[in-house]
């Protein structure tokens, strides 16, 4: 490759890290080419790219952008996974890598944040945005039956305790 054609690789990548709400780094060593084709159509579902790069590109990219961080690993083969959605692209990785033990996660910038190995790995864990929604909508309608069962309940326990003493007088 030449020095141009890295000088557009590096300004390219450092638009689609800068547009991307989630850069996540996994090191793909170990899976085969077929494995990396599902990991690559499970990310795309979600909204979100995979593709490998140099390591001293994304580096590059990264120095262009003033997103800077000694201690975060560059070595290695490197798949990138740009995404608009954080989570979605997390839990696809997650996912497959349970199944495969691979790739193993590196590190991550989630909103322009950093984040190390094993916030990823806890983060992956979580539900989705719309699995708390849905949870959050079950706890809000599940007191609802029950309120309007017990309002009614007490009146109509009045009601047939009425009726019975009316049909049955007490013998006093």
């Known amino acids: 490759m030449r020095k141009a054609e890295k000088y557009f690789l590096v300004e390219d990548l450092a638009a689609k890290i800068q547009a991307a709400k989630a ?3 996994a090191d793909y ?16 579902k979600v909204g979100g790219n995979l593709f490998v790069v140099k390591n001293t590109l994304l ?28 989570m979605g692209a997390l839990k696809a990785i997650a996912g497959f890598a349970k199944s495969t033990n691979l790739p193993s996660l590196k590190w991550g910038l989630l909103n322009q944040l950093f984040t190390d190995k094993n916030a990823l790995t806890r983060l ?29 309940f007490n009146p109509q326990k009045l009601i047939i305790t009425l009726k019975n003493r009316e049909t049955h007088p007490s013998p006093s």
């Open 29 to 44: 060593k170990g899976l085969t080419v077929e494995q990396l084709r599902k990991l690559r159509e499970e990310i795309k």
């Open 124 to 152: 992956s864990t979580l539900p989705t945005r719309e699995q708390l929604m849905a949870q959050l909508t079950g706890l809000l309608a599940s007191p609802l039956p029950r309120l309007v069962y017990s309002l009614k």
């Open 23 to 25: 850069m996540i780094l």
């Open 59 to 86: 580096k590059k990219a990264m120095e262009q952008l003033k997103l800077t961080k000694e201690n975060f690993d560059f070595t290695g083969p490197t798949a990138v996974i740009l995404a608009d959605e954080e």
